[in-house]
């Protein structure tokens, strides 16, 4: 089974810190993406990832940064943190060929006081 | 810009009814995707479908896909209270192999 990883399940910030999420998949996949989830806007893709030190921006970059310096982990950075990055932070990785069946992490929520 | 929209939003169904959720999307695809979220949860892959009149079923739970209509529909069977939860379409933007765009979900409530 693949396995998606995420560093944190609950997260308390305060506006201006820098943040760091962590997701880690252990099945190999040359695909990984960042989604916030906010009720009633479902998904939206931040950045995504198909290959180490590749990326691309999704709907919605503003405010974000993402790094993947190894195949198994991508990270997202909030360089500062404001109060409307409060959300679900959902990450996903997908194999080459896959039919874009995406995986998905437990997510972590973000509060940002 | 591929939009994708579900209907109902909310659901609210009594066990061992029937009902179906729609998903229609705007341009040319015939990749779609079904995904169950439960509260607090991450999202569970429930189907993929991958071509014009693609019917799958798992359990109480049947999907199929129109590309011709660019619709699919998620079919429930004398719904249980354990199928209460979240589900989502996504579908995949045509000629692209990695991006998804997902309706904003279905909350559907099953009650005794």
């Known amino acids: 089974d693949v396995k998606v990883t995420q560093s944190s399940r609950y997260l308390v910030k305060r506006t201006g810190e820098k943040v760091f999420l962590e997701c880690v998949q252990d099945?190999?996949?040359?695909?990984m993406f960042w989604y916030r989830q906010d009720p009633g806007l479902g998904l939206r893709l931040i950045y995504f990832?198909?290959?180490?030190?590749?990326?691309e921006k999704g709907d919605i970059p503003e405010g974000y940064s993402v790094s993947r310096e190894k195949k198994e982990r991508f990270s997202l950075i909030l360089e500062s943190a404001s109060t409307n990055q409060t959300s679900m932070y959902l990450c996903?990785?997908?194999?080459?060929?896959?039919?874009?069946?995406?995986?998905f992490g437990p997510g972590t929520r973000l509060t940002v006081l | 810009e591929l939009k994708v929209e579900q209907n109902p939003l909310f659901l609210s169904m009594q066990e061992g009814k029937n009902y179906t959720i729609y998903c229609n999307y705007s341009?040319?695809?015939?990749?779609l995707y079904w995904y169950r979220q439960d509260p607090g949860k991450s999202l569970e892959s429930l189907f993929v479908?991958?071509?014009?009149?693609a019917v799958k079923q798992e359990g109480r739970l049947m999907a199929s896909l129109d590309t011709k209509a660019r619709l699919s529909t998620l079919h429930i069977t004398a719904a249980v209270h354990d199928l209460s939860a979240t589900y989502f379409c996504?579908?995949?933007?045509?000629?692209?192999?990695?991006?998804?765009?997902f309706g904003k979900g279905t909350l559907l409530t099953v009650n005794p």
């Open positions: 996504a579908v995949a933007l045509g000629g692209s192999n990695y991006k998804l765009t």
């Open positions: 099945m190999d996949h040359e695909n």
């Open positions: 996903a990785s997908m194999g080459a060929g896959s039919y874009n069946e995406q995986f």
């Open positions: 990832s198909y290959d180490v030190k590749m990326k």
């Open positions: 341009t040319t695809s015939d990749r």
């Open positions: 479908l991958l071509s014009n009149g």
